[in-house]
């Protein structure tokens, strides 16, 4: 007579067990990325650009960017709603963006393989500061700990944002990752959606733009 008891009679093994509980708390995590999403966006309508427009000399475009775009707002507002010490940024450009997370976040660092395209080097003076990547990997040898937050825009090809992601996993990161152009191309979208930490897509540009968020989150 076969007397063993199976598994499902005695209840959850060790590892269902654990399989459950990783649920539930992803589950957590995610509902309140949802809540902390829901904060930043009932924000935005508060956040103006006119002083930063003025004291900076940029192009009319980034101008209609900063009085316009939803992102830039949004950036903005989440480094004030969260009270932001240290945010990172990978990608300047026209380093708008650096200054909208500068306008509330204590410090930023943006990171380029160049300034050429920055509209105004005046904009970095103070709590705003420009680092230059010699190689692209250069990102990849940042510590991203030391930042609450980071924004990613770089060369949207899809690889060099899956090396950061896995670099963030390796450097234990708790907190919140904002990814540009998630849906541009064919790369970016095998990126965004080979991502299982909690997540939310935000209609904040038309070429797609997300938050995801690591290791439960800053504090966790």
Request: glycine share 8%; net charge negative.
């Amino acid at each position: 007579m076969d007397t063993r008891v199976s598994s499902s009679q005695h209840g959850q093994s060790g590892t269902d067990k654990r399989t459950t509980a990783d649920a539930a708390w992803r589950g957590v995590v995610q509902a309140t990325l949802e809540m902390d999403v829901k904060r930043v966006e009932s924000a935005i309508p508060g956040v103006s650009f006119d002083e930063e427009v003025e004291r900076f000399n940029w192009p009319i475009q980034v101008k209609r960017w900063l009085w316009h775009d939803k992102y830039f707002k949004g950036l903005a507002a989440y480094c004030r709603t969260f009270s932001v010490n240290g945010a990172l940024e990978l990608g300047t450009c026209t380093g708008a963006s650096a200054v909208c997370l500068a306008k509330y976040a204590g410090s930023v660092v943006t990171c380029d393989l160049t300034d050429w395209s920055v509209a105004d080097p005046a904009i970095f003076t103070g709590r705003l500061a420009f680092r230059k990547c010699e190689t692209a990997s250069d990102v990849l040898r940042l510590d991203y700990c030391k930042f609450d937050v980071a924004f990613v825009d770089i060369d949207h090809l899809g690889l060099t944002e899956r090396l950061i992601h896995l670099k963030l996993h390796a450097d234990g990161f708790r907190g919140d990752v904002f990814y540009d152009d998630i849906r541009a191309n064919a790369e970016m979208e095998s990126f965004w959606d080979s991502v299982h930490e909690p997540k939310l897509e935000l209609d904040w540009h038309s070429s797609g733009f997300g938050i995801v968020r690591y290791g439960g989150g800053k504090g966790n």
